[in-house]
């Protein structure tokens, strides 16, 4: 099936740094998704993003659908303990429907 | 309030059995979804329905079915022909007259645990 590359798998957290992460495809998205999922819980929706160079806030969190279309980013700022979690993107192929393409997610943890 | 269940949160269950994953919501969405998701790895689809009567395989359906009786019931059956059932399942919904169908919004998930 279609490939979503989400890097990097994993990153260490320092309070209140900003992070970066993001996903890539060589396919054409019509729409990207991020979100987090916390330990034994569901993924919950962070923003959502339909259209080419769009940039969306929700709170410290920033995302941006590519121009190519074939990826995006996620930019969290000003880091707090709370963002531990796993972050995945999804993008909606055109051909696909309602479907969605999950990334393998990036798995974000406090610095020792 | 408004939202998706799954129960129960934990299921063990012998080899050889068959199970039924619960996944309910009060959303009003049309489209209802079942994933995979094994330690470390991302979400596999494994059904989806668009409309009640009416389902599709995803990418992993081999030794799982399901049924769309009621707008808000999705149950997933995890059959004794399925090799590696031990995985986390999630139930997602989206769409219909409460907002984009491209929005997945996610139960709280069941881990089954088979030995």
């Known amino acids: 099936g279609q490939q979503l590359n989400q890097s990097p798998q994993s990153m260490f957290i320092q309070e209140g740094e900003d992070v970066s992460m993001n996903c890539t495809s060589s396919s054409i998205f019509n729409t990207w998704l991020w979100y987090k999922q916390d330990p034994g819980e569901g993924p919950v929706l962070l923003i959502a993003?339909?259209?080419?160079?769009e940039l969306t806030s929700n709170g410290r969190l920033t995302a941006q659908f590519g121009i190519t279309r074939k990826d995006s980013f996620l930019n969290i700022s000003a880091s707090i303990p709370s963002d531990v979690g796993i972050y995945f993107c999804a993008g909606q192929l055109e051909a696909a429907g309602n479907k969605l393409t999950f990334g393998g997610g990036t798995r974000v943890l406090v610095k020792p | 309030d408004g939202g998706i269940t799954q129960s129960p949160k934990y299921l063990f269950r012998k080899e050889g059995q068959n199970v039924t994953l619960s996944c309910e919501q009060n959303?009003?969405?049309?489209?209802m979804y079942w994933y995979r998701q094994d330690p470390g790895q991302g979400l596999r689809l494994i059904y989806y329905?668009?409309?009640?009567?009416?389902?599709q395989k995803g990418d992993i359906a081999e030794g799982y079915s399901v049924s769309r009786e009621k707008k808000e019931s999705f149950p997933l059956t995890v059959t004794s022909a399925q090799k590696n059932p031990t995985a986390f399942y999630l139930c997602a919904s989206s769409g219909g007259l409460a907002g984009p169908s491209y929005e997945q919004y996610f139960g709280p998930g069941t881990r089954l645990t088979v030995t």
């Open positions: 959303l009003n969405h049309d489209a």
């Open positions: 993003l339909y259209k080419a160079g």
């Open positions: 329905s668009q409309i009640v009567n009416d389902f």
